[in-house]
């Protein structure tokens, strides 16, 4: 309420105000990061960040993530090009991205899938060697950081999306992380319909800017974001170790130098070893009042959106893996308690 009433007094609610301005501030050293432009959605930053990059051709990425990542690249009138996943850790398979280009080729747009970071030094190599844009989808990746260094330094720019669904949030919201200050002028005109000034404008741009409800909002929850990830590490931890060594359940694997922000507890079910399926695991739960997700599925190049116009047998580790991924409930406010309930009932379901 503190935050917000000033809003009223100043009747400034949006166009770049005082809250805004303050929160981009506020994210640069959170986030570690040199430039944060804000936005109305991490869907249009990933967007408009493209566009402003002014590509074209064929974009390298993975079928593994949320609609939103493929979206965006086909909207641009750019076309993906779908690259295998990595078993371990979801992320695009580093090795498998050179035979992928072509010299239609203009950028990779990788993602941190569940908040797992992509081989980040294997494809800053590629890019470098071919002389590709690196745009990395950060909307899981939220205080994230390799070698100590926040995930957001990485490639040419990232987006960040503030969902009330992820770690950290603005109600809605979203930003780009960038070194690139020409990039950043471009950003601020092109989220706010192109306009130069007050005569000129020279963007074909929309509207896509933070409004300041939401950089308020956003200014609360930073507040608490520290706290927020210390409790889901308890709960992550509790998971672990209730379910570490089920038969034909993989966990995600902690990753080597990397300080995670615990935003996902996903599981692949190998229906083989386990005896059932993820199916049987989804009832059971739901029996309990207990929903979950399968994240992602289908995989982005099987949506009935792009049908008839990839294979997805193309990228078959991506497939049998979203054929058998659930995400299960994580937040703050989890109890420990309910993590054993919940562990309990995923175990009861071995065929
Ligand atoms: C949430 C999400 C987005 C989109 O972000 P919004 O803020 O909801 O527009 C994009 N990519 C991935 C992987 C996401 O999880």
Redesign the pocket.
């Known amino acids: 309420m503190e935050t917000i009433r000033p809003l009223w007094d100043s009747v400034w609610l949006t166009n770049m105000g005082k809250l805004h301005n303050e929160l981009a501030t506020q994210l640069e050293k959170y986030l570690e990061v040199s430039n944060v432009s804000l936005f109305v959605?991490?869907?249009?930053a990933?967007e408009m960040v493209l566009q402003a990059m002014d590509l074209s051709g064929e974009v390298i990425t993975t079928p593994f993530?949320?609609a939103?990542?493929t979206h965006a690249i086909v909207r641009n009138g750019l076309t993906p090009v779908f690259c295998d996943i990595d078993p371990d850790d979801y992320t695009i398979d580093a090795s498998k991205i050179e035979s992928l280009i072509t010299d239609k080729t203009c950028a990779i747009v990788p993602?941190h899938?569940y908040g797992c970071i992509c081989d980040v030094e294997a494809i800053e190599a590629i890019a470098k060697k071919h002389g590709l844009k690196v745009i990395y989808?950060a909307?899981?990746a939220f205080a994230v950081k390799y070698k100590g260094r926040g995930v957001g330094n990485f490639g040419d720019a990232s987006?960040f999306?503030?969902?009330a669904?992820?770690v950290y949030h603005t109600v809605?919201?979203?930003a780009i992380t960038t070194d690139d200050k020409d990039l950043m002028d471009r950003l601020w005109k092109l989220k706010d319909f192109g306009i130069r000034d007050e005569e000129v404008v020279d963007g074909i741009g929309a509207n896509a800017k933070m409004n300041e409800f939401c950089a308020a909002m956003g200014l609360c929850n930073l507040r608490h974001i520290d706290e927020e990830i210390e409790k889901r590490r308890l709960v992550f931890e509790r998971y672990m170790d209730r379910l570490s060594g089920t038969e034909g359940i993989a966990l995600m694997k902690p990753q080597k130098d990397v300080t995670p922000n615990y935003a996902y507890y996903p599981i692949v079910v190998d229906e083989k070893k386990f005896g059932s399926n993820r199916q049987v695991i989804i009832d059971s739960l739901a029996k309990e009042d207990i929903h979950v997700r399968k994240y992602f599925y289908p995989l982005t190049s099987d949506m009935d959106c792009y049908k008839g116009r990839f294979d997805s047998s193309l990228t078959p580790v991506a497939k049998w893996t979203a054929d058998r991924a659930i995400t299960l409930p994580m937040s703050a406010s989890l109890s420990l308690d309910d993590v054993d309930r919940i562990c309990e009932i995923v175990r009861s379901c071995r065929g």
Request: proline share 0%; net charge negative; glycine share 14%.
């Open positions: 959605n991490g869907h249009m990933l993530t949320f939103s990542t993602v899938v989808d909307a899981h987006m999306s503030f969902h669904t992820k809605e919201g979203g």
